[in-house]
């Protein structure tokens, strides 16, 4: 039977007026200016609130989104918090 799991995680990309400056796919990569922040909130209780409702939460400028922060959210921790190999 498969698991669930419940992750909650916000992301937020901060990108300049002009979409043109934003992003540059080519078949060697893929380069997004500007930055994105993380917060994970799986360690948080959940808040009882009508589906339509929003929620404000907080994303520290400290949790810049990096090659090693993405590792570390997405590395075997995470995955051993999940239950999941």
Known sequence: MPRSHEVSAAFLVVVP???DEWVQATHEGL???HAAYWA???DHENVD???ESSLTVSVPK???LTTET???L???EFREKLGVS
Request: proline share 10%; net charge positive.
């Open 49 to 51: 609130r009508p589906k």
């Open 31 to 33: 380069l997004l200016r």
């Open 70 to 72: 993405l590792h570390g």
């Open 62 to 64: 400290a949790n810049l």
């Open 40 to 42: 994970c909130f799986h």
């Open 74 to 76: 997405f590395g075997p």
């Open 17 to 19: 007026e002009d979409s």
